[in-house]
T-cell receptor, first 115, second 113 residues
Framework: DAGITQSPRYKITETGRQVTLMCHQTWSHSYMFWYRQDLGHGLRLIYYSAAADITDKGEVPDGYVVSRSKTENFPLTLESATRSQTSVYFC??????????????FGNGTRLTVT | KQEVTQIPAALSVPEGENLVLNCSFTDSAIYNLQWFRQDPGKGLTSLLLIQSSQREQTSGRLNASLDKSSGRSTLYIAASQPGDSATYLCAVSPMEYGNKLVFGAGTILRVKS
């Protein structure tokens, strides 16, 4: 099925561990994004990518690493997980940048708990 | 820095009622504004996108308006149904950084049957 697939849906990890959240889209959209959603903060942009091998920081990038070797994949890695990174993480994509009529499409999210 | 505010934070209405959700933003220099719906445990679904040059967009029972100069948008839902129960978020694309969206905190809507 076309769309965005995030994996895993749920993840529990310990403080200090490295964890990677996966995101795969089948539309061949140029732009991909990682957001985190927390009560009291809403949705905040972590990183985004305009194309393969092009990434840029968002509002809250510290403690996260991204890569985009292929257009369809955009993994997010927490290098050394902290409790403050407990959150719901959403991957999203769009066909072009927001200057143009290009809605944002979201995956179903990964709920990450850091103990 | 662009900020987006949504009022009310929560709303409960009986089925069949027409309702309005409000969104305000602090900087009128935007490319567009999007309204999203989020169901519990799910991602966001784009409902309507209004370009900065447009005044409104319609999709079925939904109508979104944009008054860029005053920094306001409204989402009008006609003849509400229990299936409309969800969180509704608005987001703007600031001209300051066109590849990012700034989201409001959302309005939690409950439509009672």
């Amino acid at each position: 099925d076309a769309g965005i697939t995030q994996s895993p849906r749920y993840k529990i990890t310990e403080t200090g561990r490295q964890v990677t959240l996966m995101c795969h889209q089948t539309w061949s959209h140029s732009y991909m994004f990682w957001y985190r959603q927390d009560l009291g903060h809403g949705l905040r942009l972590i990183y985004y990518s305009a194309a393969a091998d092009i990434t840029d920081k968002g509002e809250v990038p510290d403690g996260y690493v991204v890569s985009r070797s292929k257009t369809e994949n955009f993994p997010l890695t927490l290098e050394s997980a902290t409790r403050s990174q407990t959150s719901v993480y959403f991957c999203a994509s769009s066909e072009s940048n927001f200057r143009i009529d290009s809605p944002l499409h979201f995956g179903n999210g990964t709920r990450l708990t850091v103990t | 820095k662009q900020e987006v505010t949504q009022i009310p934070a929560a709303l409960s209405v009986p089925e069949g009622e027409n309702l309005v959700l409000n969104c305000s933003f602090t900087d009128s220099a935007i490319y567009n504004l999007q309204w999203f719906r989020q169901d519990p445990g799910k991602g966001l679904t784009s409902l309507l996108l209004i370009q900065s040059s447009q005044r409104e967009q319609t999709s079925g029972r939904l109508n979104a308006s944009l008054d860029k100069s005053s920094g306001r948008s409204t989402l009008y839902i006609a003849a509400s149904q229990p299936g409309d129960s969800a969180t509704y978020l608005c987001a703007v694309s600031p001209m300051e950084y066109g590849n990012k969206l700034v989201f409001g905190a959302g309005t939690i809507l409950r439509v009672k049957s």
